[in-house]
C-alpha cells in the first residue's frame, strides 16, 4: 500500500498519489511556494511571532453537542457566527473548540480578542498581531493580511464583535474574498449581516449541565463542597432563576464558601449586587452580572432602548402585537426593533412557540430597573392592561368560552397574571374583567390557586360595569361547585341570573343559567337542574350558534339522565349528535359518546354501551381529556356488566391512575355500585391483584387493551407481593431491562419518582440491587 505525498497517510487505490482533495490541494500551494522561490520572487512582509492559543485556567463543562455541531459547519462554511446574549459562554466555547481543531488546519489557529478595543481601526491592528503578520508601512492592512494568509488552511477566530460589527465585517469579507484557505469563527451578541454568514445560537445550558458547573465552580472554591440529596433541588432553582446562563451560574457557585445554598436563592432578587467577581483579572463586561448586561444596553440604539425596557414588563414572554402594544407603537414599526433585539441577543425566540420571544430573567431583571428610572412602569402596564381588556372582551359575548380566545388568553397567562396584579390595589372595573378571564384560564387547566381570593376581592369593585359583574359572579359559581362549596354556588350563580335583565347580554345570561343549573345539579336538585338546563337553551337557541346549543343540549341530556329521564335524555341527544358530526373537535365529541354509553347503560344495553365508549376513547387517541377516565370507566361497568369481571376490574383500576379529579359524584357513586357487585364475586385478595394491574399498566398499554386489545399477562402483578402498585410497575419493568428514563417515560413519572419507588423496593424486599429487584419480578409475576 502507497502512502499519500502529502500527508503520509496510506492510499487504498495504487497508483493514486494522495489520500484526499485537502492533501492534492495543498500540495498544489506547495509547489506553487517552490516555484515562485526558485524564481526569485519572495515575500515582503517579514514574519512576527505568532501569539499561542490561550490556556484554559478551569475545565470546560457541557457544550459537547454544540462543540461537535459546530466543528462540522466548518468543514463547509468559511464563516460561523457563535451567537448570544451577555454571559452565554461564547468566549470559553470558541477558545474550547479552537484548542480542539487546532491539528485540522495546517496553517493553525489564530484568536483575537476585540473586547477591550473600542476604534474601529484598532481591528484589522489587532488581527494583524494575532496572525504574526508585520505591518509595512505605506502598504494596507488588508493587503498584508491578504499576503500572510492567501496560501494558509487557518481558522481565525474573533472574538466579542458586537460592539464592532461593521468594521469586522468589512475586513472578514474582504479577507474571506482574498484568501480561499481562510475560515472565520466570530464570537458576537448581535449577527454581523454578512454575505455567507452560517449563524449558531448559542443559549441557556441544559439543566443538567448548569448544575454540573455549578458543583465544579463551587468545588474550586470550597474544596469540600457536596451535593446532598436535599441540595439538589437547591442547586436547580439557582440555575433555573439564573436562567442556566453560564456567567451567573459560575458568579453563583462561588458564593457557596460564603452563603447557605437557600440564601443564595433569596440573594436572586437582588442578584446584580449579589453576583459580581473579586477576580481582577478579567474585563469589565465578564466580572459580573450588571456589567455583561449592561455592555448588551448601551449598544442598542434609542428607539431600541425603549422598546427594550417596555418588553419587561411582560414575564410571559410576547408576539409581535403584544410587543408593539406595550411599546406603544404600530406593529409596522416595532417588527423591525423586534427584529435588531433579537439578532443582537436581548430577547430571544421560544422554541416551541414559533413567532413569540422572550427576556432571560436576568435581562428582564435589568430591563425592569430601567423601565424604572425612566418613569414607565404604570404607563407601559396600563397598556398592557388595556390589551388584555381588549383581547377578554368578546368572552362576555359568546355563549362558548373555550375557543380561540380563552386559548390566545391562556398562552398569556403569565401576562394576564402581572396585568392583574397592577390592577388589584385599585377600583378600576375591569378587573372584573381580566381576573375573571384569568380563573377560567386556571380552571381549565385544572389549577385552582387563590382564585377564590382574588374573585371575592375583585367582587367588592364599586360602580363596576353588570357584564363584567355578572361574568365575574359566574366564575366563583363554578369555582365554588369545584371546591364543593354547594350553597356558595347557587348564591353566586342567582346573582349573576339576576344581572341578565341589567346587562342585557344573551349569551352572558345563558351562562349564568347553566352556572345555576350545574350548581343544583351537584347539589342533587336534578329536577331543578333541568328546569335551569332548558332555561339555558332557550336562550341559546336565540345566538345563531349551532355548537353551543349542541353543548346545551348534551348538558340538558346529562341532567335528564340524573333524573331519570330517559326519554328526554334521549330527545336532546338525538337533536345533538348531528351538530356534534358536523361542528365539534374529537374531545367535545368524546364527552356527547360518553354522555350515550352512559344512557345506553341505564337501558340494559351493555353491548352498545361499550361500543360508544370505545368510540370516545379512539377519538382522543391523538391527545388527553377529562373524558379519558370516565370512557375507560363506562367501559368497565359494560365489561362488569357482561360478567368479564378480570378486563372490568382491570379498567378500573386503569382509570384510577390516569383521573386527575375527583369526577362527577353521580357517576363515581354509579361506577363504585358496578365495582362493589364484582368484588363480592371473587376473593378479595384476586379482586385487588387485578386493579393493581390495571393502575400498574403503562398508559398506551392499558388504553389499548380498553379498546380492544389483548392483556399482556406477563406483566399481572403478583397477589402476594408488598408493594403499591405503582411500584410494581416499577419492578416489572426493570425485568424488560429498562432505564430509569425509559421506565419514566412509559408510566409518565419524573427519573427521580422512579429512583424514590426502587429505593421503597429494595427497603421493602430486602434487596440490594436493581438486578435483584427484576429477578424478584420474574420470578413472582403471577399469570392469571
Given at each position: 500500500?502507497?502512502?499519500?505525498?502529502?500527508?503520509?497517510?496510506?492510499?487504498?487505490?495504487?497508483?493514486?498519489?494522495?489520500?484526499?482533495?485537502?492533501?492534492?490541494?495543498?500540495?498544489?500551494?506547495?509547489?506553487?511556494?517552490?516555484?515562485?522561490?526558485?524564481?526569485?520572487?519572495?515575500?515582503?512582509?517579514?514574519?512576527?511571532?505568532?501569539?499561542?492559543?490561550?490556556?484554559?485556567?478551569?475545565?470546560?463543562?457541557?457544550?459537547?453537542?454544540?462543540?461537535?455541531?459546530?466543528?462540522?459547519?466548518?468543514?463547509?462554511?468559511?464563516?460561523?457566527?457563535?451567537?448570544?446574549?451577555?454571559?452565554?459562554?461564547?468566549?470559553?466555547?470558541?477558545?474550547?473548540?479552537?484548542?480542539?481543531?487546532?491539528?485540522?488546519?495546517?496553517?493553525?489557529?489564530?484568536?483575537?480578542?476585540?473586547?477591550?478595543?473600542?476604534?474601529?481601526?484598532?481591528?484589522?491592528?489587532?488581527?494583524?498581531?494575532?496572525?504574526?503578520?508585520?505591518?509595512?508601512?505605506?502598504?494596507?492592512?488588508?493587503?498584508?493580511?491578504?499576503?500572510?494568509?492567501?496560501?494558509?488552511?487557518?481558522?481565525?477566530?474573533?472574538?466579542?464583535?458586537?460592539?464592532?460589527v461593521e468594521p469586522c465585517g468589512q475586513l472578514v469579507v474582504a479577507?474571506?474574498?482574498?484568501?480561499?484557505?481562510?475560515?472565520?469563527?466570530?464570537?458576537?451578541?448581535?449577527?454581523?449581516?454578512?454575505?455567507?454568514?452560517?449563524?449558531?445560537?448559542?443559549?441557556?445550558?441544559?439543566?443538567?449541565?448548569?448544575?454540573?458547573?455549578?458543583?465544579?465552580?463551587?468545588?474550586?472554591?470550597?474544596?469540600?463542597?457536596?451535593?446532598?440529596?436535599?441540595?439538589?433541588?437547591?442547586?436547580?432553582?439557582?440555575?433555573?432563576?439564573?436562567?442556566?446562563?453560564?456567567?451567573?451560574?459560575?458568579?453563583?457557585?462561588?458564593?457557596?464558601?460564603?452563603?447557605?445554598?437557600?440564601?443564595?436563592?433569596?440573594?436572586?432578587?437582588?442578584?446584580?449586587?449579589?453576583?459580581?467577581?473579586?477576580?481582577?483579572?478579567?474585563?469589565?463586561?465578564?466580572?459580573?452580572l450588571l456589567g455583561a448586561i449592561e455592555w448588551s444596553y448601551e449598544?442598542?440604539?434609542?428607539?431600541?432602548?425603549?422598546?427594550?425596557?417596555?418588553?419587561?414588563?411582560?414575564?410571559?414572554?410576547?408576539?409581535?402585537?403584544?410587543?408593539?402594544?406595550?411599546?406603544?407603537?404600530?406593529?409596522?414599526?416595532?417588527?423591525?426593533?423586534?427584529?435588531?433585539?433579537?439578532?443582537?441577543?436581548?430577547?430571544?425566540?421560544?422554541?416551541?412557540?414559533?413567532?413569540?420571544?422572550?427576556?432571560?430573567?436576568?435581562?428582564?431583571?435589568?430591563?425592569?430597573?430601567?423601565?424604572?428610572?425612566?418613569?414607565?412602569?404604570?404607563?407601559?402596564?396600563?397598556?398592557?392592561?388595556?390589551?388584555?381588556?381588549?383581547?377578554?372582551?368578546?368572552?362576555?359575548?359568546?355563549?362558548?368560552?373555550?375557543?380561540?380566545?380563552?386559548?390566545?388568553?391562556?398562552?398569556?397567562?403569565?401576562?394576564?397574571?402581572?396585568?392583574?396584579?397592577?390592577?388589584?390595589?385599585?377600583?378600576?372595573?375591569?378587573?372584573?374583567?381580566?381576573?375573571?378571564?384569568?380563573?377560567?384560564?386556571?380552571?381549565?387547566?385544572?389549577?385552582?390557586?387563590?382564585?377564590?381570593?382574588?374573585?371575592?376581592?375583585?367582587?367588592?369593585?364599586?360602580?363596576?360595569?353588570?357584564?363584567?359583574?355578572?361574568?365575574?359572579?359566574?366564575?366563583?359559581?363554578?369555582?365554588?361547585?369545584?371546591?364543593?362549596?354547594?350553597?356558595?354556588?347557587?348564591?353566586?350563580?342567582?346573582?349573576?341570573?339576576?344581572?341578565?335583565?341589567?346587562?342585557?347580554?344573551?349569551?352572558?345570561?345563558?351562562?349564568?343559567?347553566?352556572?345555576?343549573?350545574?350548581?343544583?345539579?351537584?347539589?342533587?336538585?336534578?329536577?331543578?337542574?333541568?328546569?335551569?338546563?332548558?332555561?339555558?337553551?332557550?336562550?341559546?337557541?336565540?345566538?345563531?350558534?349551532?355548537?353551543?346549543?349542541?353543548?346545551?343540549?348534551?348538558?340538558?341530556?346529562?341532567?335528564?339522565?340524573?333524573?331519570?329521564?330517559?326519554?328526554?335524555?334521549?330527545?336532546?341527544?338525538?337533536?345533538?349528535?348531528?351538530?356534534?358530526?358536523?361542528?365539534?373537535?374529537?374531545?367535545?365529541?368524546?364527552?356527547?359518546?360518553?354522555?350515550?354509553?352512559?344512557?345506553?347503560?341505564?337501558?340494559?344495553?351493555?353491548?352498545?354501551?361499550?361500543?360508544?365508549?370505545?368510540?370516545?376513547?379512539?377519538?382522543?387517541?391523538?391527545?388527553?381529556?377529562?373524558?379519558?377516565?370516565?370512557?375507560?370507566?363506562?367501559?368497565?361497568?359494560?365489561?362488569?356488566?357482561?360478567?368479564?369481571?378480570?378486563?372490568?376490574?382491570?379498567?378500573?383500576?386503569?382509570?384510577?391512575?390516569?383521573?386527575?379529579?375527583?369526577?362527577?359524584?353521580?357517576?363515581?357513586?354509579?361506577?363504585?355500585?358496578?365495582?362493589?357487585?364484582?368484588?363480592?364475586?371473587?376473593?378479595?385478595?384476586?379482586?385487588?391483584?387485578?386493579?393493581?394491574?390495571?393502575?400498574?399498566?403503562?398508559?398506551?398499554?392499558?388504553?389499548?387493551?380498553?379498546?380492544?386489545?389483548?392483556?399482556?399477562?406477563?406483566?399481572?402483578?403478583?397477589?402476594?407481593?408488598?408493594?403499591?402498585?405503582?411500584?410494581?410497575?416499577?419492578?416489572?419493568?426493570?425485568?424488560?431491562?429498562?432505564?430509569?428514563?425509559?421506565?419514566?417515560?412509559?408510566?409518565?413519572?419524573?427519573?427521580?419518582?422512579?429512583?424514590?419507588?426502587?429505593?421503597?423496593?429494595?427497603?421493602?424486599?430486602?434487596?440490594?440491587?436493581?438486578?435483584?429487584?427484576?429477578?424478584?419480578?420474574?420470578?413472582?409475576?403471577?399469570?392469571?
Amino acid at each position: 500500500m502507497t502512502a499519500c505525498e502529502s500527508c503520509g497517510e496510506p492510499v487504498a487505490n495504487a497508483g493514486t498519489r494522495y489520500c484526499s482533495n485537502a492533501c492534492r490541494q495543498r500540495a498544489y500551494r506547495r509547489r506553487n511556494r517552490s516555484v515562485a522561490a526558485e524564481s526569485g520572487v519572495v515575500e515582503t512582509v517579514p514574519m512576527q511571532p505568532v501569539p499561542e492559543l490561550p490556556h484554559p485556567l478551569d475545565c470546560f463543562v457541557g457544550r459537547e453537542d454544540e462543540l461537535g455541531a459546530v466543528t462540522r459547519l466548518l468543514r463547509h462554511g468559511r464563516l460561523i457566527t457563535l451567537l448570544g446574549p451577555a454571559g452565554a459562554g461564547k468566549s470559553r466555547l470558541a477558545a474550547e473548540l479552537a484548542g480542539r481543531v487546532r491539528r485540522r488546519f495546517a496553517g493553525g489557529v489564530r484568536l483575537v480578542d476585540l473586547g477591550e478595543l473600542n476604534q474601529p481601526d484598532l481591528v484589522g491592528q489587532a488581527i494583524v498581531a494575532a496572525t504574526g503578520a508585520g505591518e509595512q508601512p505605506g502598504t494596507p492592512l488588508l493587503d498584508t493580511l491578504t499576503a500572510q494568509l492567501r496560501d494558509k488552511e487557518l481558522l481565525l477566530v474573533l472574538d466579542n464583535c458586537e460592539h464592532l460589527v461593521e468594521p469586522c465585517g468589512q475586513l472578514v469579507v474582504a479577507l474571506l474574498r482574498r484568501c480561499g484557505g481562510l475560515r472565520v469563527l466570530t464570537t458576537s451578541r448581535e449577527i454581523l449581516h454578512l454575505p455567507g454568514e452560517m449563524i449558531f445560537p448559542i443559549g441557556e445550558l441544559p439543566v443538567a449541565d448548569a448544575t454540573r458547573l455549578f458543583v465544579e465552580r463551587a468545588r474550586a472554591v470550597a474544596p469540600g463542597f457536596a451535593v446532598t440529596e436535599a441540595d439538589d433541588d437547591e442547586v436547580e432553582l439557582i440555575c433555573a432563576r439564573l436562567d442556566c446562563m453560564p456567567l451567573a451560574v459560575e458568579l453563583a457557585a462561588r458564593l457557596v464558601r460564603l452563603l447557605p445554598l437557600s440564601d443564595i436563592i433569596a440573594g436572586l432578587d437582588d442578584r446584580f449586587a449579589m453576583l459580581s467577581s473579586t477576580t481582577k483579572v478579567i474585563d469589565a463586561r465578564h466580572r459580573d452580572l450588571l456589567g455583561a448586561i449592561e455592555w448588551s444596553y448601551e449598544l442598542l440604539e434609542p428607539a431600541e432602548q425603549a422598546l427594550f425596557r417596555r418588553l419587561s414588563v411582560l414575564p410571559g414572554g410576547f408576539g409581535i402585537d403584544l410587543a408593539a402594544a406595550v411599546g406603544g407603537a404600530q406593529t409596522a414599526s416595532t417588527v423591525p426593533l423586534m427584529s435588531t433585539l433579537e439578532s443582537k441577543s436581548v430577547i430571544a425566540p421560544i422554541a416551541e412557540r414559533h413567532g413569540r420571544f422572550r427576556q432571560l430573567e436576568s435581562i428582564q431583571y435589568y430591563a425592569r430597573g430601567k423601565l424604572d428610572e425612566a418613569g414607565e412602569r404604570a404607563e407601559t402596564t396600563e397598556r398592557l392592561v388595556g390589551w388584555l381588556a381588549n383581547l377578554a372582551a368578546p368572552l362576555l359575548t359568546t355563549f362558548a368560552t373555550s375557543g380561540v380566545v380563552l386559548d390566545r388568553l391562556t398562552a398569556e397567562l403569565p401576562n394576564l397574571l402581572a396585568g392583574v396584579d397592577f390592577l388589584r390595589e385599585g377600583t378600576d372595573e375591569r378587573q372584573l374583567l381580566l381576573v375573571s378571564a384569568l380563573v377560567r384560564c386556571r380552571q381549565r387547566l385544572g389549577i385552582a390557586g387563590d382564585s377564590r381570593a382574588r374573585l371575592a376581592d375583585t367582587l367588592w369593585t364599586p360602580d363596576s360595569s353588570p357584564a363584567y359583574r355578572a361574568f365575574a359572579l359566574e366564575q366563583a359559581s363554578w369555582l365554588a361547585a369545584w371546591h364543593h362549596d354547594n350553597q356558595a354556588a347557587l348564591n353566586f350563580a342567582q346573582q349573576a341570573v339576576t344581572l341578565g335583565p341589567r346587562h342585557g347580554g344573551t349569551a352572558l345570561l345563558g351562562r349564568a343559567l347553566q352556572a345555576l343549573a350545574f350548581a343544583r345539579q351537584v347539589s342533587g336538585d336534578y329536577h331543578a337542574a333541568q328546569q335551569s338546563f332548558t332555561d339555558c337553551l332557550r336562550h341559546v337557541r336565540a345566538l345563531d350558534e349551532p355548537m353551543s346549543v349542541a353543548l346545551c343540549l348534551n348538558n340538558l341530556a346529562w341532567a335528564q339522565i340524573l333524573d331519570n329521564n330517559l326519554e328526554g335524555a334521549q330527545g336532546s341527544l338525538a337533536e345533538a349528535s348531528p351538530i356534534y358530526q358536523r361542528h365539534a373537535e374529537p374531545a367535545r365529541r368524546a364527552a356527547l359518546l360518553h354522555t350515550s354509553g352512559v344512557l345506553a347503560l341505564l337501558r340494559d344495553d351493555s353491548a352498545a354501551a361499550a361500543g360508544h365508549f370505545t368510540s370516545a376513547l379512539r377519538l382522543l387517541e391523538q391527545g388527553s381529556s377529562v373524558i379519558r377516565p370516565y370512557a375507560v370507566e363506562g367501559l368497565a361497568v359494560s365489561a362488569l356488566r357482561g360478567g368479564d369481571l378480570d378486563r372490568g376490574l382491570r379498567l378500573v383500576g386503569l382509570a384510577e391512575a390516569i383521573r386527575t379529579g375527583g369526577g362527577d359524584p353521580w357517576w363515581r357513586d354509579f361506577v363504585a355500585r358496578a365495582v362493589a357487585g364484582a368484588v363480592d364475586k371473587l376473593p378479595n385478595r384476586r379482586a385487588t391483584a387485578l386493579r393493581t394491574q390495571g393502575k400498574a399498566a403503562p398508559v398506551e398499554e392499558g388504553l389499548r387493551y380498553a379498546m380492544g386489545g389483548e392483556w399482556h399477562t406477563g406483566r399481572d402483578a403478583c397477589v402476594d407481593a408488598p408493594l403499591t402498585g405503582r411500584q410494581l410497575g416499577v419492578a416489572t419493568l426493570l425485568v424488560d431491562g429498562l432505564t430509569n428514563r425509559q421506565i419514566a417515560g412509559r408510566l409518565r413519572i419524573s427519573e427521580r419518582t422512579v429512583e424514590t419507588h426502587l429505593d421503597q423496593i429494595r427497603t421493602k424486599l430486602d434487596l440490594q440491587s436493581r438486578a435483584q429487584v427484576a429477578v424478584w419480578a420474574a420470578k413472582h409475576v403471577v399469570t392469571r
